[in-house]
Every structure is written in C-alpha cells, then in structure tokens.
C-alpha cells in the first residue's frame, strides 16, 4: 500500500519521483501533545491519525528539519505550517483595528491571484459560486468517516467483499482440481486403448 501525504489536498505519495525531487515524508510524533498540534494545524473533521499517518516535507518550513546526518529528520517541536486550504478551511483574518492600519490597508495594490468577482455579477452570485466550491472541495478518500456507524458499515461491506472473494477463489480451485482429474482420466483411457504411449 504506497505512502500517502494526510494534508488536505496534497497528492504527494511515497515513490522515486518524490524521491528526486527531494520531498520526505514523517511520521505524526507519539507525544500526544505534539500530535495533538499537528492535527488541529491539518484542520480536517473527523481526521484519525494511525501509526502510518505521514505528513511530506513540502508542509514544514526549512528550518524545521535537521538535515546534518545521512537522514532528513525533523527537529524536536517542529509542526506543519505551510498548506494550501481552500477558502472555506482558512483562518478569517481579524479586521484592522486603528484608522492608521486601515488606510495602509486601503492602500495596497490588490493580489491578482486572490478570487474576486467581476464589479457586474451580483454578490448573492458570488456566495453561491463559493458554496459550491465548499461542496467541490477535493479531500483523500481514505481518510476516516467521522462517526463510528459509517466507519461499521464501511468495514461490513470490505468484510463481505473480502468472504464473497474467497468464496469465488474456493470454487475456482474446485474447478482446477475437477479438470486435473477429468484430464488424468482421460489420459489413462487413451493408455488403455494404446492410442497414446508412455513418452506421449
């Protein structure tokens, strides 16, 4: 089963293209503090870190990581820091609080990058087009459901993949074990009539 990164959105798995490219992957730490950090930095409901939970490197700033012997380590307290949360997942900035921040505020030159609608489309459009975008909103699909009930039924349903599979494999070694038999029968009539010989 390849490495998967936990980080809402990430698709970095564990492989020889990551590898080149200098991305590692770590463990959530065993401290439960710590590990209690790293989950709430991930902001995912419902999320359950296990003992294969990794986070990829490309999430920790430089500084984070101990890079002085032969393997990448993380240093003692570090936590991710760098994501890439949709709008519905990011922290509402607190508003400026002194007319002087306000207007330094007014002032900046607007982030060509950021997603504001055009002056003619009404704003109830716009909150429409960002519902949508919380409905839209890619996430790993084996992460945990959120309640005990789907997480059962979830695993009913492997359970009785995993019993119909073996049921399928019984039976086709059943039907391997009936053409052996019925091709040695055959084999020792063909014997008996002298119509094939030994080396046949």
Known sequence: MPDFCAAYGCTNTRSLQTRTRGITFHKFPKCSERRRQWKRALRRDGFVANDRSLLCSEHFRNEDFDRTGQTVRLKAGAVPTIFNFPVHLQRPVAPRSTT?????????????????????????????????????????????????????????AAMATVRKLQQEKSNALARVRRAKKNMKALLEELKAKNLINEEL
């Open 100 to 156: 002087a921040s306000r207007r330094a505020g007014e002032n900046l030159p607007m982030d060509p990058q950021q997603d504001q609608p055009p002056p003619d489309i009404p704003q109830a459009a716009t909150g429409e087009r960002q519902r949508s975008r919380k409905r839209k909103a890619p996430d790993h699909q084996y992460a945990f459901p959120s309640s005990p009930k789907a997480l059962k039924a979830k695993l009913d």
